[in-house]
């Protein structure tokens, strides 16, 4: 269905301009110094619609008939008299611009891998922007042939793969839904330390330096404590885009890696949703229409029962528990505006036993937190001039607690509000974006153990500058800068990036040469103990003061190639060259954290992957060839007491590979299709991963003050010996999760059942090993899983 509205709609997909999280010591400064970033970002603000530029032409968007997203990646033909004269590839937005058409008579065509292809005749001068409403296909067919001419130019990039629903659905899970979570672990790159606790290394970068942005909020833990569960249900996901490294200049505020989450709209015609039950996690769904086509509210809840059952089920314990909620407004204001509202809140509580559940003594480690996220964002694009503008404001934080034992609880809170206000041009094939954006943080947190409470606040701001220059066929540009000041730590900041894509033989290519390359800093810093895998508890706060903040370069280098027209293979090198990371360097006390020192890095690796996607099979491998390694300069011991002594000492030079040097991970995912029965296999295998081994253990004594005879009568403290750090690699890890789902049509729903098992073959996948009490805690034993889930149509 093709429609022309002056703008009416949403641009799902607009603009997503990001902040950085700032620094700062205290928050009556930190204030202070926010007046200072808001008050131009104000006046700017007020200032930047006076420069829109009109142009001629033809302008509109390709959506989803069913969500009413924009389809990035779509194909948009200008045809006279049979010939074709121009085309375009939409933007994330689904958005697509031709200049200087002359008068007359046209055919446009709309197509996309998936949707029904449509054409219509149409009369140039035309007033107002064109809607393209694609019908999904029923099957794939014959549209992958239309595909296989050519490598989607929007989907994989250096660095970058946009994930959508259909993707996350190939891969097995341990219940009738997909999530997020479990398609990012069968990525080359992609390291997860195991089942529990949700943390997630990518291409040699730590949790901390990951951008998780859900329509443009930032998530501070963005997994559940179960490891192969996100915090977003994949029923509410649109698109996301997965940046590896190489990221545009529109993100900031982190180093290694951006996961930019896009959720789907409600329904704005009828009533509809879904309802699912299954060991793990259950959930709700409901779209609601406020306003026929104007308005709708999607409204989502999930809550885990995998602890109330695994003890009859399992005959073991499974001591997790975690949910989320979500919720979205969007309505159509008028012809050329829409709003968004988002909401979500997430909730965990897991215990990493040491020991027999049923022992009062054992070291419990219960770890707790909950994100909470609100955002608001107005899209216009005004009648006269092809210019997407975009107003948001976002608010996200954490609270996190940490029991170590009984005595010894830790939390830390941290809490972000920022403005963002950006620009996009639309100059037919080319384009230009910008924007700026201000940031508060404020962060409280106590290392436990009757330490006092750290209280601080920082602010930054800045603008950003990208655009995507094509001059022809061949070759595709995106230049880019980001420019921040920053209340404490460096001043300011120039970061310039760079995106490259060349077609050797034009628009239809089955070839593809990306690159990419881009400076990248980190204002605040996430810290935890990476020295003990099952300790997730992680503190968020400003860069040391008299310190360089963590800094990063990238370099990326890849291939795409379709030899076939089912067939799809990419192989992609990368380097992070990463500067003053923050790293926990131990006493010799057992367990205690003596400072985070700072560290020098470089991660290296190669990532190979191949795709088979035909009518009725899908099938990919991946391998990951990966280096990391740290560099600790010699320095002086700051801020953080040694073993309780509060004397600083010299630490000498160190080089070592961190806990997340895994240096080989090979992944294979199969999912088959015969009418309403799919089977589907997923098998994982990573080499070992880096730790200390342990000498032995001894008593000490502290006799610094020889006028005292107290250490005649002191027990003294036991102490352990380490051997080189990291210098021991743990076992292997391989895991094969299996399911098998049977679709059934009713009249006013569709009824899905699933039945799976993860590690299918029972594999002792070791998570942690306690030094000190000798206990093993292995991952996620064999578990069946069986699903009900029911879709309203």
Not at 190 to 219: A, C, E, K, W, Y
Not at 405 to 419: I, P, Q, W
Not at 491 to 515: H, K, M, V
Request: hydrophobic fraction near 40%; glycine fraction near 10%; avoid cysteine.
């Amino acid at each position: 269905m093709l429609s022309t509205y002056p703008g009416r709609g949403d641009l799902e997909r607009g603009i997503g301009v990001q902040g950085v999280s700032p620094l700062t010591t205290h928050p009556v400064l930190s204030i202070r110094l926010s007046i200072r970033f808001w008050i131009p970002l104000l006046v700017l603000s007020a200032w930047l619609p006076s420069m829109v530029v009109h142009a001629q032409g033809l302008q509109g968007r390709v959506l989803d008939a069913e969500t009413r997203q924009g389809l990035p990646g779509a194909t948009v033909l200008l045809i006279q008299g049979g010939e074709r004269m121009a085309g375009q590839i939409t933007d994330g937005a689904g958005v697509f611009v031709f200049g200087d058409v002359l008068p007359g008579q046209y055919v446009l065509e709309a197509s996309f891998v998936g949707y029904e292809i449509i054409r219509d005749t149409l009369s140039v001068p035309l007033d107002g922007l064109l809607e393209f409403i694609l019908e999904p296909t029923q099957t794939m067919l014959e549209e992958l042939v239309v595909e296989s001419q050519r490598v989607n130019q929007e989907r994989y990039a250096a660095g970058l793969e946009t994930i959508r629903p259909s993707d996350l659905a190939r891969v097995p899970m341990s219940d009738v839904t997909y999530d997020l979570a479990g398609y990012l672990l069968t990525l080359p790159g992609i390291v997860s330390t195991g089942d529990r606790g949700g943390q997630l290394f990518v291409r040699g970068g730590t949790p901390t330096q990951n951008l998780v942005l859900l329509d443009g909020m930032r998530i501070f833990q963005p997994f559940h404590v179960v490891g192969f569960y996100s915090a977003f249900p994949a029923d509410i996901i649109a698109t996301t885009d997965v940046y590896a490294g190489g990221f545009n200049a529109r993100y900031g505020g982190r180093i290694s890696s951006v996961i930019d989450i896009k959720t789907r709209n409600g329904s704005k015609d009828r009533v509809t949703g879904s309802a699912s039950i299954a060991p793990f996690v259950s959930g709700l769904r409901v779209e609601v229409p406020i306003l026929k086509d104007e308005a709708s509210l999607i409204l989502s809840a999930r809550e885990s029962i995998i602890d109330r059952i695994a003890p009859e089920v399992l005959g073991e314990e499974l001591p997790f528990r975690f949910g989320d909620r979500f919720a979205k407004f969007h309505a159509y204001l008028n012809q050329t505006s829409s709003v968004m509202l988002t909401a979500l809140r997430t909730s965990d509580t897991g215990n990493l036993r040491s020991g027999d559940p049923s022992d009062p003594s054992v070291d419990i480690r219960r770890s707790t937190w909950k994100n909470e996220a609100y955002g608001a964002r107005y899209l216009y694009i005004p009648e006269e001039a092809a210019v997407m503008s975009e107003f948001s404001v976002y608010y996200s934080s954490l609270e996190s607690r940490y029991r170590q034992t009984a005595d010894d609880v830790r939390n830390a809170d941290v809490s972000e509000f920022s403005l963002n206000i950006g620009f996009t041009y639309l100059l037919g094939a080319n384009q230009i974006n910008f924007g700026i954006f201000g940031n508060t943080n404020f962060f409280d947190f106590s290392f436990g153990r009757g330490r006092s409470d750290i209280n601080t606040g920082v602010s930054s701001g800045g603008a950003f500058f990208e655009g995507r220059v094509v001059p022809n066929e061949y070759i595709q540009i995106e230049p880019g800068v980001r420019i921040e000041a920053f209340s404490r730590g460096l001043r300011r900041t120039i970061a310039p990036r760079l995106r490259l894509q060349w077609l050797p033989s034009g628009a239809g290519s089955r070839n593809r040469l990306s690159f990419a390359w881009g400076r990248y800093h980190q204002q605040i810093v996430g810290l935890n103990n990476e020295q003990d895998v099952s300790d997730v508890f992680t503190v968020w706060t400003a860069s040391p003061r008299g310190t360089p903040v963590p800094r990063a370069v990238h370099y990326i280098a890849g291939w795409q190639t379709r030899p076939i027209r089912w067939l799809e293979l990419s192989v992609e090198g990368y380097r992070k060259e990463l500067t003053d990371l923050s790293f926990p360097a131990f006493a010799d006390e057992v367990g205690v954290v003596a400072e985070f020192s700072q560290v020098n890095g470089r991660a290296e690796g190669l990532d190979l992957k191949a795709e088979i996607v035909s009518r009725n099979v899908y099938f990919s491998a991946t391998y990951g060839r990966a280096k990391v390694n740290y560099v600790r300069p010699p320095q002086l011991s700051r801020a953080i007491f040694l073993a309780g002594t509060g004397r600083s000492v010299e630490l000498p030079r160190l080089e070592f590979n961190p806990p997340h040097d895994r240096r080989h991970q090979v992944g294979a995912t199969l999912r088959v299709t015969t009418g309403a029965w799919s089977v589907g296999a997923r098998w994982q295998f990573g080499s070992g991963l880096p730790f200390t081994q342990v000498n032995g253990y001894y008593t000490g004594l502290d006799v610094d003050d020889f006028s005292s005879v107290d250490f005649l009568t002191d027990e003294g403290s036991t102490l352990v010996s380490r051997s080189q750090p990291y210098g021991g690699r743990m076992p292997t890890y391989h895991r094969l999760d299996i399911s098998v789902e049977h679709k059934m049509p009713f009249s006013r729903a569709d009824l899905t059942l699933q039945a799976g098992v993860i590690n299918a073959y029972d594999r002792a996948n070791i998570f942690e090993y306690n030094i000190f009490t000798g206990n093993r805690v292995d991952q996620l034993p064999l578990i069946p899983s069986l699903g009900v889930r029911v879709d309203m149509r």
